[in-house]
């Protein structure tokens, strides 16, 4: 299984997403073809209602602590919950990072 779909898999079961986007972004990054080390997660859970944004963020590395240590390197990370998600529809882009 990729780890792309293992944080997809976890992030699912813990959270019960209402949305989940997974994207890989290690190809932004200076690592070798193919790599599993970058990704950016948004997410929309009614778990994350009322809770602060360090909460929510530990409540995502808490689902990916294994992946950690399979070779996930950098996370980022857009926690909302259902209500912010109506009004936000949107993320801002991830900037090129190559060096």
Excluded: Y
Excluded at 17 to 41: A, I
């Amino acid at each position: 299984m990729s780890l792309e779909q293992e944080i997809i898999d976890k992030l699912t079961l813990a959270l019960t997403p209402t949305h989940l986007q997974v994207f890989n972004e290690s190809h932004n990054h200076n690592v070798p073809v193919n790599s599993e080390t970058h990704f950016k997660v948004i997410i929309t859970s009614d778990v994350f209602e009322g809770k602060r944004l360090l909460a929510r963020h530990r409540l995502v590395n808490e689902a990916l602590s294994d992946a950690f240590n399979k070779g996930l390197h950098a996370l980022s990370m857009h926690t909302f919950s259902p209500h912010e998600w109506d009004d936000a529809m949107k993320v801002p882009d991830s900037p090129d990072c190559k060096g």
